[in-house]
């Protein structure tokens, strides 16, 4: 009697776990659905500010050599190889931040998605220069604000805290212990390059504000240059295909100043493509502007038709 009593107990306890597993998988499958039509959607204009309304879970995001993703436990991914998401490693609570801005260097690239949540705090330390400019750059609905160099950071039970100074004004105060990342900014000027150390994991570069954002939305350096490979993998893409269209149109033209542009207009491109990452992000952004310059003396009563 008790052997049938037990297989009766386990068969039950089988079915509520196989009802409950379905109900999760079910459950994960629809957010991914739902944050998936958000990211996309939100891709086709830049400025894009969506709060997505999600239950109380935890969605982890990777990227890594060649495969990048996010995953909502249960065996429930979603593989985003070309979509360009910065992002803290793993967000949580009922609600997820998803802003988008336009990567143009100098003509459009892509775009690039920044996702966070409330849970989440942006502290940006003051040097009297940039850092309302910053300010001012990052949406009003995530949780920021400025301190000075000594003011303390008191531990409001936040899931992640991402601290922003720049170099030579650093944050020396208190700070919590836990679930803080520092990243220090090196730029003249936050709307064109500069180098970016990310606490305790070396040093590395952003191009234009876009990027620069990316670093601070990211998890770690790690995260942060594996996703802008991806967005310089397209922007060798754009490069190549800009090139030969160039090509084209100066084997078609018959006026010789539209010729000579066309020709800087090459020269430009071949520049960037020499190295085209982030390493590179000084010569690319000045080769850049040149490659705007160019395309506007084209519509400077040239009357030839322009490179982008």
């Known amino acids: 009697m008790f052997i049938v009593g037990g297989i009766i107990l386990l068969f039950f306890v089988f079915v509520i776990r196989s009802q409950t597993d379905e109900a999760d998988i079910e459950l994960a ?5 739902n944050l998936d039509t958000v990211i996309k959607s939100s891709q086709q204009k830049e400025g894009n500010l969506n709060i997505i309304k999600i239950p109380d ?10 495969i990048s993703f996010y995953d909502l436990g249960n065996g429930i991914t979603k593989d985003i190889p070309y979509d360009i998401i910065f992002s803290q490693g793993e967000l949580s609570g009922n609600q997820i931040i998803s802003w988008t ?32 400019e910053l300010l001012n750059m990052l949406p009003n609905n995530i949780t920021k604000k400025i301190i000075n160099t000594n003011e303390p950071i008191k531990d409001y039970n936040y899931d992640y805290y991402k601290i922003i100074q720049f170099k030579g004004s650093e944050h020396n ?28 994991e070396g040093e590395s570069s952003f191009l234009k504000k876009e990027s620069l954002l990316g670093a601070i939305f990211s998890e770690d350096k790690a995260y942060y240059e594996c996703t802008m490979k991806k967005a310089f993998e397209r922007l060798e893409t754009l490069m190549e295909l800009n090139k030969e269209r160039i090509k084209k149109l100066s084997a078609n033209i018959a006026d010789q100043k539209c010729f000579a542009i066309y020709g800087f207009c090459i ?19 000045y080769q850049s502007k040149e490659l705007a310059r160019d395309n506007q003396n084209l519509i400077r009563g040239k009357n030839c038709p322009l490179i982008y």
């Open 173 to 200: 105060g208190e700070k919590p212990t836990e679930n803080v990342h520092i990243i220090t900014i090196d730029s003249e000027d936050i709307n064109s390059f500069g180098k970016i150390t990310f606490d305790n």
């Open 29 to 33: 499958s629809s957010i991914i659905k």
């Open 267 to 285: 020269e430009e491109i071949d520049d960037i493509l020499l190295t085209p990452k982030l390493s590179n992000s000084q010569t690319i952004y």
């Open 57 to 66: 879970v935890k969605i982890q995001f990777v990227c890594e050599e060649d």
């Open 101 to 132: 801005q336009s990567w143009d260097v100098p003509f459009r690239i892509s775009f690039f998605q920044y996702l966070t949540t409330r849970n989440a705090q942006f502290i940006i330390v003051d040097d009297e220069n940039k850092a309302t």
